[in-house]
């Protein structure tokens, strides 16, 4: 028997214990599913590796029973095992997702496919994830999930030969804690590793910033630096008495860091320098689809962007209205139940300020699983409308990586307020006809693979029925015909030759 029929059989016994664990014959059941259970993994790993997966299941048992509060839900790391499903008091449930279960080692495309996945759990309720031992390899293979986790939320338990065990029901932005300063170095300097970064600080931050160029201040510098004004790319610091000096020394930022309850340096605050004086992130009105201002769902909105201090949140069931009413010069229209994540907001802001005709700006979209929704929508001759590469699970390959011009947005769309002015009274609330409106008043929307968005929760029946293609009705005759077949050779094919322009001239 081969390793996928063996995961697939394990799957099958947890999925039968769990339907059948309330039933009036669950003894006789439980004791038949056990035994299979076992030689299941017997036939998997053999007598001797068997025994080693056993100690991790144990010490894994005692980890969540010592820091996991009963009742609350773990997700594990099993990669097909059912015995680390089965910890004593506890709703346990794989990750990824049973759905999602095939080579789990190559399952994912992307570290942030894995982060996306994470996200939606989060979204449903897990408060826990577990990585046993045996999947500790994780944060070597998906580099960018090991940062987004060890980065937002609390470690409670690490216990080398047992597991990684991460609370994930609150991230640490929430609570005080700001993003790591590698990340926002990488920001303001735009990945140069070479930029001057001055630590103006007593944290020795030249560990904390990587293989980048920090040093120093002299020893003697308490109140002035003896550089010429703006020689320093970078000025860190953690007392805020030193900011008027670095911003004379600084020219790109000056950051405020300090170590939290754990030890670990944060960014506390950062300060983007203007050739003419400090200058402040520009604010963004973030507009979520839901009518009523209570809507729990603005909480989870809230904290995944607690790190945005520009960002303003509100409610609000018409997005193009209170698009087009916006104080803010750009605004973020987000449909119920997606999620930004890290970097998205940023990343499709900075979109359109990349050219004067741009009005908006669409990001990549992933499903719950960590597949593609859409990289881009089109809009098709039969008034369809389908996410660019939709169920890819290559979220990141080549052929649908770059920026380009696209149709249509769903899910999260960045826009000019004032091009949304523009278009609010002939465009309903959905995204899809904003759309329409914005390509018909000569604003280009443009796809920007770097942003990058979840889908938490399904998709709301009501925005699906009215999704708005009926505002591309008049340009329907020039659209491309819909494919039999949506493959990936058919959406090469469509972005080779669609012209988006076209179809307003």
């Not at 998906?142 to 409670?156: I, S, W």
């Not at 216990?159 to 932005?173: H, I, K, M, N, Y």
């Not at 604010?283 to 689809?289: F, R, S």
């Not at 409106?437 to 796809?447: D, N």
Request: hydrophobic content about 45%; aromatic content about 4%; proline content about 6%.
């Amino acid at each position: 028997m081969n390793r996928r029929r063996l995961e697939e059989l394990a799957e099958r016994v947890a999925a039968l214990e769990a339907v059948t664990g309330g039933s009036a014959d669950a003894a006789g059941l439980d004791a038949r599913l056990a035994a299979i259970e076992d030689a299941v993994r017997r036939l998997r790993y053999g007598d001797e590796e068997l025994s080693e997966i056993d100690d991790v299941v144990r010490r894994c048992g005692e980890l969540v029973s010592e820091h996991v509060p009963a009742g609350q839900r773990v997700a594990v790391v099993s990669e097909g095992d059912p015995a680390l499903l089965a910890l004593d008091d506890r709703h346990v449930a794989a990750f990824p997702q049973a759905k999602r279960v095939g080579n789990p080692e190559r399952d994912f495309d992307h570290g942030a496919a894995v982060i996306a996945h994470l996200e939606a759990q989060r979204a449903q309720g897990t408060r826990f994830l577990l990585l046993p031992e045996p999947a500790r390899c994780w944060m070597e293979r998906y580099p960018e999930f090991a940062e987004h986790l060890l980065g937002r939320y609390e470690v409670v338990a690490d216990d080398p030969g047992a597991g990684l065990l991460v609370d994930v029901g609150e991230t640490r932005v929430a609570g005080r804690a700001g993003k790591l300063l590698t990340e926002v170095l990488d920001r303001l300097v735009d990945g140069d590793r070479y930029a001057p970064v001055l630590d103006w600080t007593a944290l020795d931050l030249a560990a904390e910033a990587g293989s980048r160029t920090v040093f120093a201040a002299p020893p003697d510098a308490d109140v002035e630096l003896p550089y010429l004004d703006r020689t320093i790319n970078v000025v860190v610091i953690e007392d805020p008495a030193r900011l008027e000096e670095s911003r004379r020394v600084a020219s790109a930022a000056v950051i405020v860091v300090s170590p939290d309850e754990s030890g670990r340096v944060v960014v506390a605050e950062v300060e983007e320098v203007a050739p003419d004086g400090p200058m402040t992130a520009d604010p963004i009105l973030l507009v979520v689809a839901a009518g009523d201002p209570e809507d729990p769902w603005l909480a989870r909105v809230e904290e995944a962007v607690a790190d945005l201090p520009a960002i303003r949140l509100v409610a609000g069931r018409d997005l193009g209205s209170v698009a087009a009413d916006a104080d803010t010069e750009v605004v973020v229209l987000a449909e119920r139940g997606v999620l930004p994540l890290p970097g998205c907001i940023e990343s499709a802001s900075a979109t359109l300020a990349s050219a004067e005709g741009v009005g908006a700006a669409a990001v990549k979209l992933l499903a719950a699983d960590g597949s593609l929704e859409a990289a881009g929508s089109v809009v098709f001759s039969d008034g369809s409308i389908e996410g660019v590469a939709a169920g890819c699970r290559e979220v990141a390959a080549p052929w649908h990586e770059y920026v380009r011009p696209a149709c249509a947005a769903e899910g999260l769309l960045a826009v000019r307020s004032a091009a949304a002015r523009e278009v609010a009274s002939n465009a309903s609330g959905s995204l899809v006809a904003l759309s329409a409106g914005l390509w018909e008043a000569g604003y280009e929307l443009r796809y920007q693979p770097d942003a990058w968005a979840v889908r938490a929760l399904d998709r709301d029946p009501e925005a699906s029925a009215a999704n708005g293609t009926e505002a591309w009705s008049s340009t329907l005759a020039v659209r491309p015909d819909r494919p039999t077949a949506l493959d990936s050779g058919a959406w090469r094919a469509l972005l080779a030759q669609d012209d988006v322009r076209s179809c307003w001239i």
